[in-house]
């Protein structure tokens, strides 16, 4: 079955930078585009980059400039570079995939942007 599992959040002060990672499995990973997401309490999931399985890339415009999505597909793997990061930037960030018109999400990690 598709699994996505992220991992690479944490505490970080303004201006500071995280990388994250999502693990993928029950796919062919090299075949389908990967989007991270993100959500803070009361908002709705909002997208935040896309990938497609030729490395396309595209960003919502509160992020351009500053985070850089990219995948390995030797390691089923896609990455969130980011950087300057900003306290607006504090949210659950999620991992999804398309497989057969169905939508599948990771648990989620947790970005904190504070000082």
């Known amino acids: 079955q598709v699994q996505l599992v992220e991992s690479g959040g944490g505490w970080v002060q303004p201006g500071g930078s995280l990388r994250l990672s999502c693990a993928a499995s029950g796919f062919i990973f090299r075949m389908y585009s990967m989007v991270w997401y993100r959500q803070t309490p009361g908002k709705e999931r909002e997208l935040v980059a896309s990938?497609?399985?030729?490395?396309?890339?595209n960003y919502a415009d509160s992020v351009k400039g500053r985070f850089t999505i990219s995948r390995d597909n030797a390691k089923n793997t896609v990455y969130l570079q980011m950087n300057s990061l900003k306290p607006e930037d504090t949210a659950v960030y999620y991992c999804?995939?398309?497989?057969?018109?169905?939508?599948?999400w990771g648990q989620g990690t947790q970005v904190t942007v504070s000082s």
């Open positions: 999804n995939t398309r497989v057969e018109l169905r939508s599948y």
């Open positions: 990938i497609t399985n030729y490395g396309s890339t």
